[in-house]
């Protein structure tokens, strides 16, 4: 394993200088070359310590012929080395001046499905690995229209294993023109082609001097810069209320009537005295103070966890949304969403479960299966008989109370759910929840007001 | 950026945050574990920003060695005062003595000892959730831990049937007898837990700064002398300038030589470390699958 030749990226952070978080995953087959790359990013860029490293050495002599083997680093579980797979997602952290890395690691075997959605659905930004000998193959196609389904927010299509193709131009560009016939149908707004090779380290985190053909960045220096300050939703405020916080006897006696409403910024951006709208009563009323450990604020936004407290004492309970009034959000119990089946048991119309979505959870029975996305065209076969293990498909669902909702293209958080199996309590179903037809209606109008 | 913006601070914090309210609103007996180590000092303060005004609505829990430091229960039992909480300790010590946990002859550590402790005390108080301060980036086989870890009705971690975990929404479901231990502080670096220290003006017990102690060479390490560990004939013994990174049982934690005594000096220590925290805790260097039976077994 040489180690890289230039200067690393610094670990050290300077103190007082705002560091944001980038999240992102790593996809590709068994052996594009995920493990290595990631050990790569660790190694270069100087976050991988004195015990890891031996730790690696040791286990090389072991299992390795004596050679370190960088996968070795986020292949964290004895029966994943026993098996000599991973089994599930890894998370792995470093850091550079500029940002702090969260990675999830998800293998690519048959779960691949299954263990991708579940270590995406939070990434700013999503890598795929494509062994540069093999193009594009099913499981490319696959990643990126995963991705495109969780609406990561930013793609990179990383051309790996380029030394063992002469380091060709011409190869890469047929890769990314193979990829470019079928990005239109998907739904990415920020597509990156790297050319690298993870084992050397080339264009990892240091320019290569193999690829004078190439202009962009290295993987690293696009981690380090690539724009994420929209991904959160900043229009229509909605809070998922959490926790309903009322001091018991407090010590304090100008707490005795505080009703705080406490929860994360699901969307939007509120202000003391803005009005608000409680769903599904559909009563109004205005943000008195926006209360938090440090001190009151005049405003908060997405992703914030604050207390809101309102003008009017209101029954306002756990599960119950706070929407604000310029962008209305859906109100419904019936309804229609793309999910992801993530249980061998298959999905089946007429089945019971729990549906969790923001902070309530419901009973739900699904109606209608209305169909299940062919991975080879991205075509949808209508009326499946079920939805099987990583199964993608659009189905009906009917909740016992109205949910309170977005579309997932327009809100990560208020627009997705999951599907509880009742009995067992396994997670079966990601789902997405399609945009609603219309925007809420309600009855009252400005009753508490 | 905009001003709409959160630095990773904020965006671990408001993370964590909602995690502990999900786990107040979704159990019925949920614990908070509380050592007194620097990580479960920040759980503490997230709990507060995720209650107050209100009162924590869950009681502390700690399991006692025997072996802790002793600065270390003295700041746990202030601390969990100052915060009005109630704490409850259970003890290895006497978990020996009623024979749920029987120790191995010979063997002093007392770290194996504190799984059936632990488990016990779950049972008695029908915990339904314990809420802990591990970190994945603390151990290769934590990396796989979810923020809501599933636990049988024997306590234990099943790592290849894990619940998908997916967005912001935790499935916290369980049955009569089954448990959740649920981490917060997943996603944290020993660096960000130093900087949130700093950031909130945190205090953490002194035995984390610079101090002057005799110190024994073992294992490759410098531990601490005291009654449980007398130096034998042979070895190396110094009075050394030094602090902990991490705090596990007295007989088990490495010192580091260091003149760091504030959280400044800290952290420029960290940023050029070169020895990752849990490299000097004695208990995890036997084999490298030594954290993975522990957390089997249901170790935190
Ligand atoms: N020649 C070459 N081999 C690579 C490169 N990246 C990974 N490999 C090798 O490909 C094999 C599979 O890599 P690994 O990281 O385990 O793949 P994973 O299954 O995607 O995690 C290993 O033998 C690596 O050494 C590369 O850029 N060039």
Redesign the interface.
């Known amino acids: 394993m040489p180690p890289s030749s230039s200067p690393p990226a610094?670990?050290?952070?300077p103190?007082n200088h705002?560091?944001?978080?980038l999240r992102f995953n790593t996809c590709g087959s068994v052996d594009d070359g995920k493990s290595t790359l990631i050990g790569r990013l660790l190694y270069d860029s100087k976050s991988l310590?004195?015990?890891?490293i031996e730790?690696l050495e040791?286990?090389a002599d072991i299992t390795g012929g004596g050679q370190i083997n960088l996968a070795n680093?986020?292949d964290?579980?004895?029966?994943e080395r026993e098996q000599g797979i991973t089994?599930?997602?890894?998370?792995?952290?470093f850091?550079t001046p500029r940002?702090?890395f969260?990675v999830a690691d998800t293998p690519g075997h048959l779960q691949y499905t299954?263990?991708m959605?579940?270590g995406a659905?939070?990434s700013n930004l999503a890598v795929v690995l494509v062994d540069a000998r093999l193009g594009v193959i099913e499981q490319s196609r696959r990643h990126t229209y995963l991705t495109s389904l969780l609406r990561i927010p930013h793609l990179v299509i990383a051309v790996n294993k380029l030394d063992l193709v002469g380091w060709s131009e011409e190869r890469f560009l047929e890769i990314r023109d193979a990829f470019e016939s079928f990005l239109p149908l998907l739904d990415i707004k920020d597509v990156k082609f790297i050319p690298l090779s993870a084992l050397n380290g080339d264009n990892v985190v240091d320019s290569s001097k193999h690829t004078p053909w190439y202009n962009g960045p290295n993987l690293l220096a696009h981690l380090e810069t690539v724009h994420i300050?929209s991904d959160?939703n900043?229009h229509g405020f909605r809070f998922p209320v959490?926790?309903v916080?009322?001091?018991?006897n407090?010590r304090?006696a100008s707490?005795h009537d505080?009703r705080?409403l406490?929860?994360?910024i699901a969307g939007g951006?509120v202000k003391v005295g803005q009005k608000v709208m409680i769903l599904p009563s559909g009563l109004k009323s205005r943000v008195k103070e926006i209360?938090?450990?440090g001190g009151s604020l005049p405003e908060a936004?997405?992703?914030?966890?604050v207390t809101l407290v309102l003008e009017d004492d209101m029954d306002v309970s756990?599960g119950d949304q706070i929407v604000g009034l310029d962008l209305l959000p859906g109100m419904s119990t019936d309804l229609h969403a793309q999910v992801c089946w993530?249980n061998p048991r298959p999905l089946q119309r007429g089945r019971n479960y729990?549906l969790?979505?923001t902070?309530q959870?419901l009973q739900a029975i699904v109606t209608s299966l209305e169909n299940r996305i062919d991975i080879h065209t991205f075509e949808p076969q209508p009326d499946p008989a079920e939805l099987g293990m990583n199964d993608i498909g659009e189905i009906r669902i009917k909740t016992a109370k109205p949910v309170v909702y977005d579309g997932y293209g327009t809100n990560?958080?208020t627009g997705?759910?999951?599907l509880?199996e009742q009995g067992t309590?396994?997670?079966v179903a990601?789902g997405m929840l399609m945009p609603p037809q219309e925007p809420v209606r309600p009855e009252y109008n400005d009753f508490a007001i | 950026?905009?001003i709409?913006?959160?630095?990773?601070l904020?965006?671990?914090?408001?993370?964590a945050?909602?995690i502990i309210?999900?786990v107040?609103?979704e159990f019925e007996r949920p614990a908070l574990m509380f050592s007194g180590g620097k990580d479960s000092i920040c759980l503490l303060r997230l709990a507060?920003?995720?209650?107050?005004?209100?009162?924590i609505p869950t009681p502390f829990l700690n399991v006692d060695t025997g072996h802790h430091f002793p600065e270390l229960n003295t700041f746990r039992d202030r601390r969990a005062a100052e915060l009005g909480g109630k704490l409850i300790i259970r003890r290895v010590e006497d978990a020996i003595r009623n024979g749920i946990a029987i120790p191995n002859p010979g063997e002093i550590s007392r770290n194996k000892l504190q799984i059936p402790t632990l488990l016990a005390a779950i049972e008695e108080f029908r915990f339904d959730c314990c809420i802990g301060g591990a970190r994945?980036?603390e151990e290769?086989?934590r990396?796989?831990e979810r923020f809501f870890s599933f636990r049988d009705a024997f306590g234990q971690w099943d790592?290849?049937n894990?619940?998908?975990?997916?967005?912001?929404?935790y499935?916290g479901?369980?049955?009569p007898g089954e448990h959740m231990r649920v981490f917060p502080l997943?996603?944290w670096?020993e660096?960000?837990v130093w900087?949130y220290i700093r950031r909130e003006k945190l205090e953490v017990p002194t035995i984390y700064f610079s101090h002057r102690r005799t110190c024994v060479r073992r294992q490759d390490q410098w531990l601490p002398v005291n009654d449980l560990i007398p130096p034998k004939p042979g070895e190396r013994v110094r009075e050394l300038v030094v602090r902990v990174r991490t705090i596990g049982d007295i007989i088990s934690t490495g010192m580091v030589e260091s003149p760091a005594d504030t959280v400044?000096d800290i952290?420029a220590e960290i940023?050029?470390?070169?020895?990752?925290e849990?490299?000097s805790r004695a208990d995890d260097k036997s084999s490298?699958?030594a954290m993975?039976d522990r957390k089997k077994q249901g170790y935190f």
């Open positions: 610094s670990a050290a952070i103190a705002p560091v944001e978080i310590m004195e015990d890891q730790t040791r286990s680093l986020t964290g579980l004895r029966a089994i599930d997602v890894a998370y792995r952290y850091a940002r702090k969260i299954r263990n959605v579940t659905s939070s300050g959160w900043l959490q926790w916080n009322r001091p018991n407090p304090n707490l505080f705080g406490s929860g994360q951006i209360w938090t450990l936004f997405c992703p914030q966890s756990r993530m729990y969790k979505h902070t959870t990560r958080l997705s759910f999951i509880i309590n396994q997670t990601a | 950026m905009n709409y913006h959160l630095d990773h904020q965006y671990l914090e408001t993370e945050i909602h309210r999900e107040a609103a507060e920003k995720a209650f107050r005004p209100a009162d994945r980036d290769k086989a990396a796989k790592p290849k894990q619940r998908p975990e997916i967005w912001n929404l499935n479901r369980i049955n997943s996603n670096t660096m960000d900087e400044d952290i940023s050029a470390a070169r020895v990752t849990r490299g490298e699958a993975e």
